[in-house]
């Protein structure tokens, strides 16, 4: 069983950096594919990043790409969401999420095919 623990959220003022860090238990390889997606009030969940922890292997959706970077811990055990130049259109929850299938492949986008999902954390961007 993967379990999944976001941290790192807040509020910070538009132009301003965060860093989501998620943290991971379970099999290592039950969790080689795993990704950020964010939901806002009223509106899908959607991907912010998906990566392939055994690969490096990545993809960001358009809205975030030249601002937001991904890397993990030597372990594997932490993936982290660096989030650099905030929007109020990036204010959401974040979610840390992990999938095991290849038959899926990796980095994927596709929110249900994700089967391990943290509690979230708040991202809110505003002056």
């Known amino acids: 069983q993967v379990r999944l623990e976001e941290s790192g959220g807040g509020s910070v003022q538009p132009g301003g950096s965060l860093r989501l860090a998620c943290t991971a238990s379970?099999?290592?390889?039950?969790?080689?594919?795993m990704a950020w997606f964010r939901q806002a009030p009223g509106k899908e969940r959607e991907v912010v990043v998906s990566?392939?922890?055994?690969?490096?292997?990545?993809y960001f959706d358009d809205s975030v790409l030249g601002r937001f970077t991904i890397s993990q811990d030597g372990a594997k055990t932490r993936l982290y969401l660096q989030m650099n130049s905030l929007k109020p259109e990036d204010t959401a929850m974040y979610y840390c999420a992990a999938h095991i299938n290849p038959d899926f492949g990796c980095p994927s986008s596709r929110v249900d095919i994700y089967d391990s999902w943290g509690q979230g954390t708040q991202v809110t961007v505003s002056s």
């Open positions: 990566f392939d922890t055994r690969s490096g292997g990545r």
């Open positions: 379970g099999p290592a390889d039950k969790r080689y594919c």
